[in-house]
């Protein structure tokens, strides 16, 4: 794993903005997200490590949220209201294996074991970059060499597994960000790929037909398959969220109501306690940290690094807690993320209905990968996978 120096392309902010990254430089700060100066190289055998990790530690991962509903204390640090518990027993029972996507954050330097930092399932963003923007970078400039990346493919193929035939709606909360919106337009345009009839639609437009007992859209059509990009723990608290735990619907969601579990920091504290030898899985605990060199405590429920606090020997930091105030902690031994010179890389895996998928890679100057993060590409020194390769891939 190396960190090399490339040459921009010369309209390369047109050209990701035109493939869908409408965030490509923040417009705030007037910082670029995407880094093209820059990309990460790997090896094949690099790839087949964080490959076989990362469908290891999904499966860990389901274990682990069946011990998490299991044990009291864990429940209680997620805040859910608590007859949520069994709508949540009953979707990882019935949809275990009803999943889209998700995203593992993993910390490696390239050498010795990766380590599991957090796993973005219920609402995971980047996508765009990942599958899109940084395969068309590699065509430029790499056009011989290959990348893990069968995003968009495993995506295509997952749709009809998961959602039939007909109508999908993709839905997303009406003020949130446009990476969220960005995100749901990409996932309806694989959709529209693999057959379906996407419809997108704010989540503030999801109503319910009480005699049918359906969830609907403005124009009153039946909602059978809803892909929400808004969190199972604001669905479970708002006035809908009655019905979602009554089951007095028939509509479904991806994703399924469990991989809420998934996304909570305190699936960390359930892996460790199921696997507390396992070389990926850091020790964590609730409440306060153990007795480790230093440590990372993070909300619950946060994201983009808000509320963040990272303490070691050398370094104590703390993010602006923003939506993360008031909730519980879950502390997590410290493990660097690796330096190369002065950047510090976060590695993406993604994973599509059950399988790993392919690498984004996000990076920082400081310690915590936040919204002030750089999204750089990657390339393998392996060379370009035949049609026939990835087509046998799909298929395995």
């Not at 909360?173 to 337009?185: L, Y």
Request: aromatic content about 10%.
């Amino acid at each position: 794993m190396r960190r090399v120096a490339h040459r921009p392309r010369r309209h390369w902010r047109r050209l990701v903005e035109s493939q869908g990254l409408a965030y490509a430089v923040d417009g705030r700060t007037g910082q670029p997200y995407w880094h093209e100066e820059h990309a990460y190289e790997f090896t094949a055998d690099e790839i087949d490590h964080l490959e076989r990790l990362t469908e290891e530690a999904h499966r860990m991962c389901v274990e682990a949220a069946a011990h998490l509903l299991d044990r009291d204390p864990l429940w209680a640090s997620l805040g859910l209201p608590d007859p949520a518990r069994d709508l949540l027993r009953h979707s990882l029972a019935t949809e275990r294996d009803a999943t889209l996507y998700g995203r593992f954050d993993l910390a490696w330097p390239g050498e010795g074991p990766a380590r599991i930092l957090e796993y973005n399932a219920d609402t995971p963003a980047g996508l765009v970059e990942a599958s899109v923007c940084q395969w068309d970078w590699l065509e430029w400039a790499h056009p011989d060499r290959d990348q893990w990346n069968l995003i968009h493919e495993r995506l295509v193929a997952a749709w009809p597994l998961l959602a039939g035939r007909g109508a999908v709606h993709l839905a997303a909360g009406q003020d949130e960000p446009s990476e969220d919106w960005c995100t749901v337009a990409y996932l309806a345009d694989t959709a529209r790929e693999a057959g379906l009839e996407p419809v997108t639609l704010p989540m503030e437009d999801v109503g319910r037909h009480a005699a049918r007992r359906r969830f609907v859209d403005v124009e009153g059509r039946d909602i059978d398959v809803l892909f929400a990009m808004y969190p199972w723990e604001w669905m479970l608290a708002e006035d809908f969220g009655r019905h979602l735990i009554a089951r007095d619907h028939a509509t479904r969601f991806l994703e399924p109501a469990w991989k809420c579990l998934l996304s909570a920091k305190t699936i960390l504290v359930a892996l460790h306690e199921i696997y507390p030898t396992h070389s990926a899985v850091l020790p964590a605990t609730l409440g306060e940290p153990g007795p480790w060199s230093g440590y990372v405590a993070k909300p619950v429920f946060g994201w983009e690094g808000a509320g963040i606090q990272v303490v070691t020997p050398d370094v104590r930091h703390v993010q602006d807690a923003r939506h993360t105030a008031g909730q519980a902690l879950v502390y997590q031994a410290h493990t660097p993320l690796g330096d190369f010179d002065g950047a510090h890389p976060v590695l993406g895996t993604w994973v599509v209905h059950g399988r790993a998928a392919g690498l984004g890679i996000r990076e920082s100057d400081g310690p915590v990968t936040d919204t002030g993060a750089r999204f750089v590409p990657h390339v393998m020194t392996a060379p370009r996978a035949s049609p026939e390769q990835i087509a046998d891939w799909l298929r395995e």
